[in-house]
């Protein structure tokens, strides 16, 4: 196969013990294969980048799951090598994130080369660093790594086409179609604002969408930090603040796995009455929402694009039903079903607290 970084790798047969380098590929391996836990034989760890719910929920779904051996955190000074290569692996998977983010630079990555000195082979993939440019080929790439090419096949034929549903209506509109200016508040539980997405990954998802990210016009980075006072001088039209980590939240505000809708809108709402979020347009007019932000993982950013979509141009999409969506893929084609709360909205009505502008 050639991986995303156009480097030929060759396995014998389909691989069935691979060592990954991050547990946020877990949902993709999902939409790849019936049982991706049996296939993980080392990773960096349930909770390397994964919330205590999330982590919770699939201990539920998989008690054996803390048994995968930890191999480190995917970089040069804390992998362990010897143990990857008692592992046996038939594989290592790696994220274009862990060689630098550059897919180019596979090649020359020390810990490529170790990997293949050791007989293992290395297979590159991309779900995060050019998500609407490499999600399908990755998925392809794991479906020919796993030999479930038809099954990925399946998926990818739903995965296309909803998209072109989505790129298409907005095409027809573009004479007409106002971008309305979005600013996506990343990891908005943290004590800071006001952490957004720049020229990067989650700014294809809100173009997709329909939106324009206020973000890209200041960052040049893929993310990186926007002072409150630009956010409340761009007064932008929608809001939209991702969720998923909890960690240092003063507001609770979590969204994902094993999280139920009661607790999220609650810690939602404390969130839209911090100082500087309450006071902007589209949080008192309604135009606020929560998302969860590990859709930028795999795939499933799709029912993301989904929702987003209906939240930029409600008139447009008002036929699209995202939860339809995300219960199609749960049935059909993952193997790890998404249940839970993954997206909010604000709740109608005057905001008490919305102070003064």
Do not use: K
């Amino acid at each position: 196969m050639t991986d995303i970084a156009g480097r030929a790798v060759t396995l014998q047969e389909p691989a069935d013990r691979i060592v990954v380098g991050s547990s946020m590929n877990l949902e993709a391996l999902a939409l790849a294969h019936p049982d991706p836990i049996a296939l993980i034989a080392g990773w960096s760890g349930l909770t390397a980048v994964m919330d205590e719910a999330q982590a919770t929920a699939l201990r539920r779904l998989h008690p054996d799951i803390d048994a995968i051996p930890l191999v480190g955190r995917m970089s040069l000074d804390t992998v362990s090598f010897e143990t990857i290569v008692a592992l046996e692996p038939d594989a290592v998977l790696l994220n274009v994130y862990d060689i630098g983010g550059a897919a180019e630079g596979a090649s020359a990555s020390p810990m490529v080369q170790h990997f293949e000195a050791a007989g293992i082979p290395v297979i590159v993939v991309d779900f995060f660093v050019e998500p609407l440019a490499n999600s399908t080929q990755s998925l392809r790439i794991l479906g020919q790594m796993l030999g479930t090419e038809a099954h990925v096949a399946g998926f990818l034929d739903f995965y296309e086409g909803r998209m072109a549903a989505i790129i298409g209506r907005l095409a027809e509109a573009d004479s007409t179609l106002e971008r309305p200016a979005i600013f996506m508040h990343a990891h908005a539980a943290g004590p800071d604002c006001c952490y957004s997405p720049g020229q990067g990954a989650l700014d294809g998802f809100i173009r997709a969408a329909g939106g324009h990210n206020i973000g890209a016009d200041l960052l040049t980075t893929p993310t990186g930090q926007l002072s409150l006072e630009y956010v409340l001088s761009r007064d932008p039209d929608v809001y939209v603040a991702t969720g998923g980590y909890a960690r240092g939240s003063a507001s609770g505000f979590t969204l994902g796995r094993n999280v139920e809708e009661v607790s999220v809108q609650a810690g939602f709402e404390r969130l839209l009455e911090r100082p500087g979020i309450a006071a902007l347009s589209a949080v008192n007019e309604g135009r606020a929402h929560g998302i969860w932000h590990d859709f930028t993982h795999s795939p499933l950013h799709l029912v993301a694009i989904e929702v987003m979509a209906r939240w930029f141009h409600p008139e447009l999409f008002s036929d699209l039903d995202p939860r339809e969506t995300l219960a199609e893929i749960n049935a059909r084609f993952l193997a790890i079903p998404l249940e839970g709360a993954f997206w909010i909205d604000a709740a109608a009505g005057p905001r008490p607290h919305a102070g003064a502008r």
